[in-house]
């Protein structure tokens, strides 16, 4: 069985499909290494002027704003077909799925002309100001402070995890505005110029691309910020968070998906290499029932996906994507650990699949980078806190 839109939607696959063939870069441009996740060299701001202009950077969004108007139907064949194909939207992530959806929603007609356009045209990058060291998975109990100061704020405290801080031109920072208020309220939105003095970055690597520097530590000493850079209303802040965090995720269950899909292809493209015991693994039995089941997983995956947004483009509530970020990380870490200990020593050399992050690793190095997956976003133990209260109807 084969699920299919309408023809309508179908016909805006063929556009896009012929649009993409037409304008994406070359690979070995699109997949150039980066910096951090805030790093735009020249190709990359040309990509996404380019999507902007045609109208493919954002195409739920009017005309005028990067879009075309799209229906839910057609943005989910945009992100399934920039998903097959590995393609990034923006080298800037953040920046165009999280900070300008904020702005949009939230932000004053002089900072949505401030800063919305020169974002989606990539003339600026963001980082996001959320985690900090006692604020991970729990963001609410965030103690960094901005104490409000006639026409300005003065930020003081510490933030973990910041993507791309050290390359980006502002950041989105969530920051406690009254420290006597519950947990969820009393935090607001600034939007802070990296360049303040008192801000300092300290990026670290990563362990499996040491070359490669995206987390940072971002310590705010007196930061000073004008009061206009307040986003939304004084204290509250907690809606944006929760803003921020949701948009798009109805449909980026869709890169688990195909992620599970290509480490299934990986896996068959091993049949022919020899285990560790010298026999070929396509004549492991073993190997070939995990290959069948993380096949089955994909299919899983992606079905579940589907209920869940045909619920959504009807109104109806969708359990489902409680599930998919739980379900997809965590199929995507056993099938490439299933892939790395068939082969033994030799995951240390073999590569898999692609997409783009993985063209630079081994099957053991992917391996140990698809722990970071179950982290972000929620971690599993959240997830499941998650599904167990809002799904299950569990106590807490």
Known sequence: MRLRYGEAEERFRRDLIAWLDEHTPPDDVMHKPKKSSADLPEWAREWQRTLFEHGWLVPGWPP??????????????????????DIYRSLNPQGLGIVAPSIKDYGNDEQQER??????????AWCLGMS?????????????????DGDHFVVNGQKVWTSGAHHADWCLCFVRTDPTAPKH???????????????????????????????????????????????????????????????????????????????????IDLGDREGPDGVPLREDARFRDQVAGFYIDSQA???????????????????????????????????????????????????????SMWRQGSWATQWLRSFSGTIPGGTSEIQRNIIAERVLGLPR
């Not at 900090?132 to 409000?148: C, I, K």
């Not at 998919?324 to 082969?343: H, I, M, N, V």
């Open 64 to 85: 005028e704003l990067g879009g075309r108007d799209a229906s839910p139907a057609e943005q989910m064949i945009y992100f399934e077909e920039l998903s097959k194909r």
């Open 132 to 148: 900090e060291p006692g604020a991970g998975s729990d963001l609410a109990s965030l103690s960094t402070r901005a104490v409000l």
């Open 185 to 267: 309220k009393g935090i607001s939105a600034l939007i802070i110029d990296m360049k303040t003095p008192g801000i300092e970055c300290r990026p670290f690597p990563e362990l499996s691309e040491p070359d490669y520097y995206d987390f940072n530590e971002v310590f705010f000493t007196d930061v000073v910020v004008p009061r206009d850079a307040l986003l939304g209303e004084l204290h509250q802040g907690w809606p944006i968070t929760q803003g921020s965090l949701a948009h798009e995720r109805a449909m980026l269950w869709i890169d688990y998906a195909y992620l599970v899909e290509r480490g299934v292809r990986s896996m």
């Open 301 to 355: 995956l992606m079905l579940l996906g589907y209920r869940g947004f045909a619920k959504f483009m009807r109104g109806r509530a969708s359990p489902e994507h409680s599930l998919l970020k739980l379900y997809g990380s965590e199929t995507l870490q056993k099938c490439l650990a299933a892939g790395t200990e068939a082969q033994g020593p030799g995951a240390l050399d073999t590569r898999v699949l692609g997409p």
């Open 115 to 124: 800063f919305l356009l020169p974002t989606l045209r990539a003339d600026i």
